[in-house]
C-alpha cells in the first residue's frame, strides 16, 4: 500500500449519515402524526451542508448551528415544537445512529492487511463519534481516533492537521492521506497542509485538490489499490 496512515472522516464518510437523517427526520414528524417523505430529510441534509459552510468558515458557533438548522426546517416544514427543544434531541438520536457506509468495512479491513494505519479525523465530538463508529462495527480496523473537541482545532485549519500527524506517530507526510466528503475541510486542508487527499461522495460543489475522487468505497478501493 503506497499510504502508511490514513485518515478517515466519519460523517458522510464511514458512516451512511444521510440514511441515519432521514430516518430520524421520519421519526421527529411522526411525534406529531405525520407521515413524511424523504424530501423533508433531503431538505434537513441541505440547510445543514450549507451551515457547516459558515461553521467551517467561523461565522457562526456549533450551538448555534445546531439550531439553526430546525428553524429553517421547520419555517418549510412545521413543527409544533421549537428549534430549541428539537435540537438536542435530534443529537441524542444521532449519536445512536451508526448506519455503516456500504463496503467501509472491506475497505478497511484490506487496508489493514495491507499494513496501513488508519485513524478517524472528524470535526464532530468525539464521544458521539467514537461511539457511532463503535456500534457501527468499525473500531476494530482502527488504530486510533482523531476528534475536534479533543484536538483542540477543527479542520481545515493547519493547527488540526499538524496534530493529527504527529499524535499518528507518521513521520512522512507523502505517506500519508486524507479521506473525507468535504472539499474544503477535509481534503484541500490536508493537501495545503502536506498530505495527499481523496474526496468520498457527491455531496459539496466545491473545488477540491483531491488525487482520488470516489462516490462509493469500492470505487476508492479501486482506485487505491490500482495506484501502488
Known amino acids: 500500500m503506497k499510504y502508511h496512515t490514513i ?8 458512516l451512511d ?3 441515519s437523517e432521514r430516518r430520524i427526520i421520519r421519526e421527529l414528524y411522526a411525534q406529531q402524526g405525520q407521515q413524511v417523505t424523504d424530501e423533508v430529510g433531503d431538505t434537513y441534509r441541505e440547510i445543514n451542508r450549507k451551515l457547516w459552510v459558515y461553521l467551517d468558515r467561523g461565522e457562526i458557533t456549533r450551538e448555534k448551528l445546531y439550531v439553526m438548522r430546525f428553524e429553517k426546517l421547520f419555517s418549510i416544514y412545521p413543527f409544533h415544537k421549537s428549534a ?4 438536542p434531541w435530534f443529537l441524542e438520536q444521532l449519536a445512536h ?3 455503516a457506509q456500504e463496503g467501509a468495512a472491506h475497505l478497511l479491513e484490506r487496508l489493514k492487511q ?7 479525523a472528524s470535526n464532530g465530538i468525539g464521544e458521539v463519534m467514537n461511539g457511532r463508529v463503535e456500534n457501527a462495527g468499525l473500531s476494530k480496523y482502527l488504530t486510533g481516533k482523531f476528534a475536534a473537541d479533543e484536538v483542540g482545532a477543527m479542520k481545515p485549519s493547519p493547527a488540526y492537521f499538524d ?3 504527529r499524535h499518528s506517530g507518521e513521520t512522512d507526510l ?7 466528503d468535504n472539499p474544503v475541510t477535509d481534503v484541500n486542508g490536508a493537501v495545503d497542509y502536506g498530505m495527499t487527499g481523496a474526496l468520498f ?3 459539496w460543489q466545491e473545488p477540491s485538490k483531491a488525487t482520488y475522487m470516489a462516490a462509493t468505497m469500492k470505487e476508492l478501493e479501486q482506485q487505491l489499490f490500482a495506484d501502488n
Do not use: Q
Not at 84 to 87: G, K, L
Open 7 to 14: 485518515f478517515f472522516d466519519i460523517d458522510y464518510c464511514l
Open 17 to 19: 449519515t444521510p440514511t
Open 84 to 87: 430549541e427543544e428539537v435540537a
Open 97 to 99: 445512529a451508526y448506519d
Open 114 to 120: 495491507s499494513g496501513a494505519r488508519i485513524f478517524t
Open 163 to 165: 496534530y493529527i500527524f
Open 174 to 180: 507523502s505517506r500519508t492521506l486524507m479521506v473525507g
Open 201 to 203: 461522495g457527491a455531496r
